[in-house]
């Protein structure tokens, strides 16, 4: 699997487990804020905010915790109002990057997504400098042990989802924007929650980066998976295996 996908079998490695999380639930929250700004505060009834009720529950964010999200977005004027702005730029090696971001400081964000990438021989364009490159899906992902690549298969088609893609790692599941909250819902309700689902970018095709290209590259998406405004980065880059196996183990 390319890009994002990648990245994130490397960084799952990496760190300290209590930072990862309280980072992820800061991201959660905002997303849970964010829904409920764009829509009703009830789950039932907001398909945005019960695609990110769930993936607080599949990393075992505490009920408290989102309870207290939902509350602090209906809070009125008070509450936090995060702008959703899209970011995009070529990264080491000519890979285009997209960040998606939720922030409550647009100048804030903008000047650090710009130095992360400055920092690693990137460079940030204009809107839609990028976007040409990649197809706008759902993305639905399971650990390997969910089920077997048959399985999985069976229920993403029987779902409506255009694809899966299983390995000895994962499966991905994709589809259209418009199918994405029935498939997810069909999907979890036979294997629960997903570790991962979202609407993101799909390379239409991918670029081959060498190891050297890769460290850099890795490094610069490192550092915006660490913002926390950042709430999705997609990548169209290409690791073989070899080198994926040696970053991985060096991680």
Sequence with gaps: MAGHSQFKNIMNRKGAQDKKR????????REIMAACRAGLPDPASNPRL????SA????????????????????GAAAENYEEIRYEGYGPGGVAVIIEVLTENRNRTASEIRTAFSKHGGTLGESGSVAFQFSRVGQINYPASAASADAMLEAAIDAGADD????????????TPDQF??????????FGPAERATLTWKPLATVPIDEEKAVTL???IEMLDDNDDVQNVSANFEVSEAVLEKLSASA
Excluded: W, Y
């Design 56 to 75: 607080a529950r599949a990393v075992n964010m505490p009920r408290d915790n989102i309870e207290r999200a939902i509350k602090r977005a209906s809070g």
């Design 218 to 220: 890795l490094k610069m």
């Design 50 to 53: 019960r695609g990110a009720v």
């Design 164 to 175: 899966c893609v299983s390995d000895q790692r994962a499966h991905q599941i994709t589809c």
């Design 181 to 190: 909250n029935q498939v997810r819902e069909v999907i979890e309700g036979k």
């Design 22 to 29: 309280a980072k992820m639930f800061a991201k959660i929250t």
